[in-house]
């Protein structure tokens, strides 16, 4: 993952100058001028692409054909870039590099602008731009669902059209308002005619979920399948990798998937996971993580805690905020980033330059709590409708505090099992009916269980706590016992909201060291449970003069962050 920054209407200088203010890699920054076309890239670099003269201190980018007639910056990783070589290959095509981003360039070549338009067959997290000059035309296109940002300012009558990987890169230029650049939608391709400098912009992926009709057990199976090739391909590169656990099934089951995947004894690095909470606060981020991680005890996990203050992270929210570059910011946004912020130095400091999340869960199964702006129930959020609307609107939060601050900060490089295409569309042709309590599902999750079950059954008290209390649910007719308080209540129902995960967690446990305890542990959001909301009454305080609430509070500290008018936040 890089950093690009170019177009028209700025000097070489100032795209260097601007990729030196994208903190997204710091292997090498390289610019190169086409014409009237200014190309730049800045490093993060976690493959080898042996490509020939490059020199110490550059980037191997931009790449250009052999006959000098096109050039692209490419900003991301191909994941199965190796099985696309040896198609193109087949076909005659020769390669003069190990990497990834020459498979873009050769495509490009093969297939013009049409070469993205098939997601479902390449895996990659991307955003690039491609300069044809036999067309005269500039592109630039990003993947859905926006796990790699892409800002651009675009204006005809000044002949200007510059592209950014960061809201910050557009800094450097003095004639451009910060806000005024706009983010390209995921899945989208924008084309720039360099004669008529006229810009188009064309769809080129929408998700279709994938319904099926197969019993809940087959589903679950299947989507363990799913996730097992897709975190198999997120271990691709020659640099170490560590994933974050903070205990809940997604960061689980995505730890699993990536580190059973990888053979510890041929890579120079160890099994390493990570969390975060407040100092002298009692996490539950903390005491879950440390049962999730007695699950990997068998692969030699080390769990790592990290800490701040609270104090240290109410003084670093304005730098926070400018570091997340939305600039019009809801509060329910604000409270998770600092996971990200303090994380990022240490994986760094600790030799890692990859992080896989478990990122995605949560808008694929609407299956998130109603907290701040966000109003809608559960039953709401299940609907397709619903679940597509939040996985096409990922780009402007969770992966903007993924991808920008985890590479500002290390820079470290986020990858998402759960956000490939085809996992995407299987998740979000998951019925509505597995995603809920009901007797139906109680009765599967309790015969799952009961398989498990015997002596030898290493379960915890709070798996045969789950069990006792299930059963009495199916013994009052599908209804809550009578004595259950409501913290009990809503635990158990959210232990269904992402059911389907749990089942492929137990096909992935009935074949692997990861025992079942590890997924019975539903948990509140990390902002919560690492106690990042505590904080609120003293964001309150120490920020009074910038408004009454935090989401006034954050509004005008995002505003002074981009030195622009309030009311445009």
Request: with cysteine; glycine share 6%.
């Amino acid at each position: 993952m890089c950093g690009i920054f170019g177009g028209v209407g700025a000097t070489q200088q100032e795209v260097r100058k601007s990729l030196e203010l994208i903190r997204r890699g710091n292997d090498g920054i390289t610019t190169r001028e086409y014409r009237d076309v200014v190309l730049g890239a800045r490093r993060h670099l976690v493959k080898q692409s042996r490509k020939p003269d490059v020199a110490p201190g550059e980037s191997d980018q931009p790449y250009e054909s052999e006959d000098g007639q096109i050039h692209l910056v490419f900003n991301g990783e191909l994941y199965n870039f190796a099985d696309l070589r040896d198609e193109l290959q087949a076909a005659g095509i020769t390669f003069s590099t190990e990497g990834d981003t020459e498979v873009f360039l050769r495509m490009y070549e093969a297939y013009g602008d049409a070469f993205c338009d098939g997601p479902r067959k390449f895996d990659s997290l991307f955003s690039l731009a491609v300069h044809d000059q036999s067309k005269n035309t500039l592109l630039i296109t990003r993947d859905w669902p926006g796990r790699i940002p892409l800002f651009y300012f675009y204006d005809k009558d000044s002949r200007v059209f510059l592209f950014s990987s960061e809201l910050k890169g557009f800094a450097a230029i003095d004639r451009i308002s910060l806000a005024d650049p706009v983010e390209l939608v995921p899945g989208t391709m924008a084309i720039l005619d360099l004669e008529s400098f006229e810009l188009s912009i064309r769809p080129v992926f929408s998700p279709q979920p994938v319904k099926t009709e197969h019993p809940l057990s087959e589903v679950s199976r299947e989507f363990h399948l799913r996730l097992k090739r897709s975190a198999a391909n997120r271990t691709m590169g020659d640099v170490p990798i560590c994933t974050m656990l903070s205990g809940g099934i997604d960061s689980v089951m995505t730890s699993y998937y990536v580190l059973s995947s990888i053979d510890f004894d041929r890579v120079d690095f160890q099994p390493t996971s990570y969390v975060y909470a407040i100092s002298d606060y009692e996490s539950e981020d903390i005491r879950r993580a440390k049962n999730a991680a007695e699950g990997f005890e068998d692969i030699g996990l080390t769990l790592k805690e990290i800490r701040t203050s609270g104090d240290q992270l109410v003084e670093d929210l304005p730098d926070i905020i400018h570091t997340f570059e939305m600039r019009k910011i809801k509060a329910l946004s604000v409270y998770p980033l600092p996971i990200y912020y303090y994380l990022g130095p240490v994986m760094h400091a600790d030799g890692f330059k990859v992080t896989i999340g478990g990122h995605g869960v949560d808008e694929l199964l609407g299956a998130y709590d109603a907290w701040k702006e966000l109003k809608a129930s559960h039953k709401a959020q299940v609907t397709l409708k619903s679940r597509l609307a939040f996985i096409n609107s990922i780009y402007e939060n969770m992966m903007r505090r993924a991808s920008i601050i985890f590479m500002n900060r290390g820079p470290i490089e986020a990858r998402f099992p759960f956000l490939e295409t085809n996992v995407c569309e299987y998740a979000l042709g998951i019925d509505r009916r597995w995603l809920s309590m009901s007797t139906e599902n109680v009765e599967y999750l309790l015969s799952e269980m009961d398989k498990r079950s015997g002596p030898d059954a290493d379960w915890t008290e709070q798996m045969h706590e789950t069990h006792r209390y299930l059963s009495a649910y199916l013994d009052n007719n599908g209804a809550h016992p009578e004595n259950a308080d409501e913290e009990t209540i809503h635990e158990m129902e959210k232990l269904f909201w992402k059911l389907p995960l749990i089942g492929a967690g137990i096909h992935a446990s009935d074949e692997s060291f990861l025992p079942i305890k590890v997924l019975f542990n539903p948990k509140l959001r990390g902002q919560h449970g690492s106690g990042i909301t505590s904080l609120e009454d003293r964001v309150l305080e120490r920020y009074r003069d910038l408004g009454t609430t935090d989401q006034e509070i954050f509004h005008q500290m995002a505003a002074k962050a981009f030195n622009i008018d309030a009311e445009a936040v």
